[in-house]
């Protein structure tokens, strides 16, 4: 299966970590969701990639993962079946909602070539983040299955 993903995280305190492409970059205690592609075959797979971040032992290579490694925690993902490119699509739609503040620049977006200045928001909203998360899928015509541990 191939497509994007919506990991929720949380972050239960400030953290300034260091990644070798952005430099120290921080981020405030609260939820947060982070937008990634899964595009291929094999362990690039949709339920492979999400397969992958919840595993506690892997080694650091995405953006993504040094924030996992800093004692953020993903409480859930989404997982969204396309043929198609969508996770600027996705970031994008969440840039332009009020309820979530883009994060540090150039985080998951670093080979982004539609110009999004990151892929990773933090939520300010005050219904469930899984509320407003549906509601920018259902404006984009997208369904997901949500999952807590990766399996699809």
Sequence with gaps: MRGAY????????????????L???SFAPGEW?????????????LENRLL????????IHWHIDYLLSAGAMITKALGIES????????AQTLSDHDNFLPGPKGFGSSDCRRGCSTHIYHYQGQQPISTSLRKVLEKLGLSAEA?????L
């Design 83 to 90: 043929k198609k490119h969508i996770e600027c699509l996705l």
């Design 33 to 45: 969701v982070y937008v990634g592609s899964a595009m291929g075959n094999g362990s690039t797979s």
């Design 147 to 151: 999952t807590k541990d990766g399996r």
């Design 6 to 21: 919506l990991l929720i995280l949380e972050i239960k305190q400030a953290a300034s970590i260091q990644i070798k492409s």
């Design 52 to 59: 992958r971040h919840f595993r506690q032992e892997k080694k």
């Design 23 to 25: 430099g120290s970059v």
